[in-house]
């Protein structure tokens, strides 16, 4: 069986929004994919001596050089006694949560109500991630030794607890295990697992792990840690130039990216049919309204080749756009600094978030009669900058400030009671239900100051539907908040 392992370098318009695609045999693209080949694995049972800084066995042409020397210099690992960094070892249990805890810039010199294995080298931080629930009962009870070699199983748990990542199963990538973790840590690219010849993916949750591969892991979580933005961003980006995108899940958070970052062109490759991929780019923009500012998207295609150039296009100015949504940004972040507590739940969040922008904008409703409405007023600046919006606005301003509040949150669009116009709405995630908000219909018309309407908060499917609202409802999905 060959395993071929991607590169762990290796999302936003609705019906109101236009879209061109002209297609031409005028693009070229390549992909690429790195075969790396199996190493002995030997255990280890102590912990590293001191750091060396220069390692006969890891130079610049191994894959995993710059992730050994960035960790050396942070005092994350260390060498051996003989002068090696033995890349091809096993990491044990003791050692990956040593390495965990000092990325993750825990202090572990707490005191603790219960040691656990108090005579090991790795007591402290074994006991630190136990307190703090990086280890659980389960892992005690499954036998946990530190001297073991870790498991990926064991590691990915460690990694997405640590980070402090929600677990939750969204899509299964992995055709060999349906682990949560696993599909969580997979979801934010942290794992990507081993691609087969027959383009399926196996996680071998059984496997252990090599010190160059937890090299590559832990440089991962330290990115992770400092911005899951910007370290997802980066990945995205990477895994679009160099491999094929066959997922909506892939497709929709490149879509996202190209987006937020102003990314003018971009060339990637997709067996997804373009009709389909079409649609995923246009629902990207819709459920990520509030970093939606372009208005075309053209794109070229060599027939045969699955590579697609894209070319997003503004009617205003980029550097114009970035100001306003930089002003947005700082604007939600004092928002929320203003109205949300950390005693609050979402539900309180949620409410909070809604009733200020009912009270703090207006519904520009002259200019939505006279078909003269600005292009501020769909964005959340127009309602939150401009204090003055149409629906789109209203969204993508409920958006930003959930996003900032730690609430999920999505638009969704289609047709509110009485009309045949395209309409945005909300709908957002608590407690593993999903809630729909039309904040639009809950600001009155004229604007009458102190006044909000909670007749489209947080109301059920069936209570949308009922009132009248259409939508596809085959959108309304858990996976579309993560």
Not at 467 to 472: E, T
Request: aromatic residues 12%; charged residues 25%; proline residues 4%.
């Amino acid at each position: 069986m060959n395993r071929k392992i991607l590169s762990y370098f290796s999302g936003a318009a609705a019906s109101f929004l236009i879209f061109s695609c002209a297609l031409s045999p005028n693009v070229t693209a390549t992909g690429t994919t790195e075969t790396i080949p199996s190493q002995d694995l030997h255990p280890i049972t102590t912990e590293p001596p001191e750091e060396i800084h220069v390692f006969p066995d890891v130079t610049p042409e191994d894959w995993f050089h710059d992730d050994v020397y960035r960790l050396i210099g942070e005092d994350i690992l260390h060498g051996y006694s003989d002068g090696l960094f033995h890349p091809e070892r096993e990491v044990s249990n003791a050692e990956f949560v040593k390495m965990l805890m000092i990325g993750l810039d825990f202090d572990v010199s707490e005191d603790f109500d219960l040691m656990l294995f108090d005579d090991h080298w790795a007591s402290s931080y074994i006991s630190f991630a136990y307190k703090h629930d990086i280890l659980t009962d389960d892992d005690l009870i499954a036998g946990f030794d530190p001297d073991a070699a870790i498991s990926r199983e064991a590691m990915t748990r460690m990694t997405v607890l640590g980070l402090g990542i929600d677990p939750v199963h969204i899509d299964a990538p992995f055709t060999d295990s349906s682990d949560i973790y696993a599909d969580t840590a997979y979801r934010e690219y942290l794992l990507r697992g081993y691609l087969l010849d027959d383009d399926t993916r196996i996680y071998d949750k059984d496997g252990t792990a090599l010190r160059s591969e937890a090299s590559s892991i832990i440089t991962r979580i330290l990115d992770y840690r400092d911005d899951p933005y910007l370290y997802k961003r980066d990945v995205i980006l990477e895994n679009a130039a160099t491999a094929e995108l066959n997922t909506e899940s892939e497709l929709l958070d490149l879509f996202y990216v190209l987006n937020r970052e102003f990314i003018k062109d971009f060339t990637f490759k997709t067996s997804v049919p373009y009709d389909k991929w079409a649609g995923y780019y246009r629902h990207a923009n819709v459920i990520h309204l509030e970093h939606f500012y372009s208005s075309y998207l053209h794109c070229s295609y060599v027939s045969g080749s699955n590579t697609y150039a894209l070319t997003l296009e503004y009617k205003t100015d980029i550097e114009l756009l970035k100001q306003y949504h930089n002003e947005t940004e700082a604007a939600a972040k004092a928002i929320i600094a203003e109205i949300i507590t950390d005693e609050m739940d979402d539900k309180a969040k949620i409410k909070a978030i809604h009733d200020y922008i009912v009270l703090n904008c207006a519904y520009d409703y002259d200019n939505y009669v006279a078909g003269t409405i600005p292009f501020e007023a769909r964005l959340a600046y127009g309602a939150l900058i401009k204090k003055s919006a149409v629906c789109q606005g209203y969204t993508a301003a409920f958006n930003l400030l959930c996003k900032e509040a730690g609430v999920r949150s999505v638009v969704v669009t289609g047709t509110s009671p009485s009309s045949s116009d395209v309409h945005a709405w909300n709908m957002v995630l608590v407690d593993g239900k999903i809630y729909y908000i039309d904040i639009t219909h809950n600001d009155p018309v004229p604007d009458q100051a102190g006044k909000v309407s909670n007749k489209y908060f947080m109301l059920s499917a069936d209570q949308m539907t009922n009132l009248g609202y259409l939508w596809d409802k085959s959108l309304s999905d858990i996976k579309y908040f993560y």
